[in-house]
């Protein structure tokens, strides 16, 4: 079992930045992948980003691509998400989560499917 809690969402407005946390804790999780992903009123949710804990390796989605970044601190067991150049269509609730199934494929999907442990969530909303 993994645990995650998501902390750092807000209210901003078009143009600020905000870093999103998510510390994560129980069994180990150093060859998971670790996703973002966010779920706007009325639309499915979709990935936004994700890092292989082992070797650091990163994908982001193409609407992210340039202003959003993530990272992980081994150290602290947290992943975060630096968002940048904040776009009013960013507003939505975003969830990390842990694909264990990496450790076998090694590979980062972009599919939520493939991620089996969720955080709560953390509203973020970009005032134009």
């Known amino acids: 079992q993994v645990q995650l809690v998501e902390s750092g969402g807000g209210s901003v407005q078009a143009g600020d930045s905000l870093r999103l946390s998510c510390a994560a804790s129980?069994?180990?999780?150093?060859?998971?992948?670790m996703g973002w992903f966010r779920q706007a009123p009325g639309k499915e949710r979709e990935f936004v980003a994700a890092?292989?804990?082992?070797?650091?390796?990163?994908n982001h989605a193409d609407s992210v691509k340039g202003r959003f970044t993530v990272s992980r601190d081994n150290a602290k067991n947290t992943m975060y998400l630096q968002m940048n150049s904040l776009k009013s269509e960013d507003t939505a609730v975003y969830y990390c989560?842990?694909?264990?199934?990496?450790?076998?494929?090694?590979?980062?999907?972009?599919?939520?499917?493939?991620?089996?442990?969720w955080g709560q969530g953390t509203q973020v909303t970009v005032s134009s």
């Open positions: 989560a842990a694909d264990s199934s990496a450790a076998i494929w090694r590979r980062i999907s972009r599919d939520s499917k493939s991620y089996i442990y």
């Open positions: 129980g069994s180990t999780f150093s060859r998971y992948a």
């Open positions: 890092i292989m804990w082992s070797d650091g390796n990163t």
